[in-house]
Antibody
């Protein structure tokens, strides 16, 4: 059974930084691209970032480009999202999401439970 | 970037009736090289994470009831629930994965009439 367990969320001040982690199990981690998708309170889904299985290609949404960095440690089956220069509009539940493919970003076949990030003073 | 627009924003359907949700992309997400439409549909029930229903616009994910079906090509797509059940109350999202950044529709909230 695929399990994706996010951690690292919490309250942070505007301009601050936070790093999310996602511990994966139940599948061969380096055989899957991975994504972060967020959902602001009461709002829809927004794709944030993706990374290929090998980690050699990364992709970002326009709203986070230059502020967020996605990475992965395949030896630890863990996905990360480093978030810098956080803004109030980054407040959301952040989902770790397993991609169906390895070398390209495609559809998401498994989702974590989410980690809440609140940006407020 | 590709913009995905769903209609309607909300929908109320009687139990046992058909529900239809539309999704339109700002540019074609069909590739003639493999004859595929790069579109997925997800269901998000209240308080839960999203769940994959359909990919390649019309391929049902394993375990998804066959009352769910996807259709369309190019820029216009439809998710149909042939006979609405109480457990289908949820918000439904389409997603294009043709190009990055990937993008979701704004969601369609489905309720029981």
């Amino acid at each position: 059974e695929v399990q994706l367990l996010e951690s690292g969320g919490g309250l942070v001040q505007p301009g601050g930084s936070l790093r999310l982690s996602c511990a994966a199990s139940g599948f061969t981690f380096d055989m899957s691209a991975m994504n972060w998708v967020r959902q602001a309170p009461g709002k829809g889904l927004e794709w944030v970032s993706g990374i290929t299985g090998s980690g050699d290609s990364t992709y970002y949404g326009d709203s986070v480009k230059g502020r967020f960095t996605i990475s992965r440690d395949n030896s630890k089956s863990t996905l990360y999202l480093q978030m810098n220069s956080l803004r109030a509009e980054d407040t959301a539940v952040y989902y770790c999401a397993k991609d169906h493919r390895m070398a390209k970003i495609s559809w998401i076949d498994n989702w974590g439970q989410g980690s809440l990030v609140t940006v407020s003073s | 970037d590709i913009v995905m627009t769903q209609s309607p924003d909300s929908l109320a359907v009687s139990l046992g009736e058909r529900a239809t949700i539309n999704c339109k992309s700002s540019q074609s997400i069909f590739y003639s090289s493999n004859n595929k439409n790069y579109l997925a549909w997800y269901q998000q029930k209240p308080g839960q994470s999203p769940k994959l229903l359909i990919y390649w616009a019309s391929t049902r994910e394993s375990g998804v009831p066959d009352r769910f079906s996807g259709s369309g090509s190019g820029t216009d797509f439809t998710l149909t629930i042939s006979s609405l059940q109480a457990e289908d109350v949820a918000v439904y999202y389409c997603q294009q994965y043709s190009v990055t950044p990937c993008s979701f529709g704004q969601g369609t909230k489905l309720e029981i009439k």
